[in-house]
């Protein structure tokens, strides 16, 4: 499975973006995706995982900013960032896993990677 994320940029405090996630390969179907994004000097967390039925996961402190959703016709998972906050800065990640959906929390489950997309935001 190949992953490919982009739509990261600069964008203002209170601002919107939207990431994409491009995934290729095979029974796409039966992989959870996951966003999981890096700060500088922090670790790795999780954002929002979803399942091929379309069950969403989300980090606690992001409910109500973020929205993951997916396209299985098209092979595309999103981020819809809403109200974007300074400490959102951070490379953003997308990544598949066939892993039970109980799992998808742990970002050890996923082994599958795009590139990183940077979201910076700052006035």
């Known amino acids: 499975v190949q992953l490919q994320a982009s739509g990261g940029g600069l964008v203002q405090p209170g601002g919107s973006l939207r990431l994409s996630c491009a995934a290729a390969?095979?029974?796409?179907?039966?992989?959870?995706f996951g966003w999981f994004r890096q700060a500088p000097g922090k670790q790795r967390e999780r954002v929002a995982c979803?399942?091929?039925?379309?069950?969403?996961q989300y980090a606690d402190s992001l409910k109500g900013r973020f929205t993951i959703s997916r396209d299985n016709a098209k092979n595309m998972v999103y981020l819809q960032m809403d109200n974007l906050k300074p400490e959102d800065t951070a490379n953003y990640y997308c990544?598949?896993?066939?892993?039970?959906?109980?799992?998808?929390?742990?970002?050890?489950?996923?082994?599958?990677w795009g590139q990183g997309t940077k979201v910076t935001v700052s006035s």
């Open positions: 390969g095979p029974n796409l179907d039966y992989h959870a």
């Open positions: 979803i399942n091929s039925a379309n069950s969403a």
């Open positions: 990544a598949a896993t066939k892993s039970a959906w109980s799992t998808v929390r742990d970002s050890r489950v996923y082994g599958y």
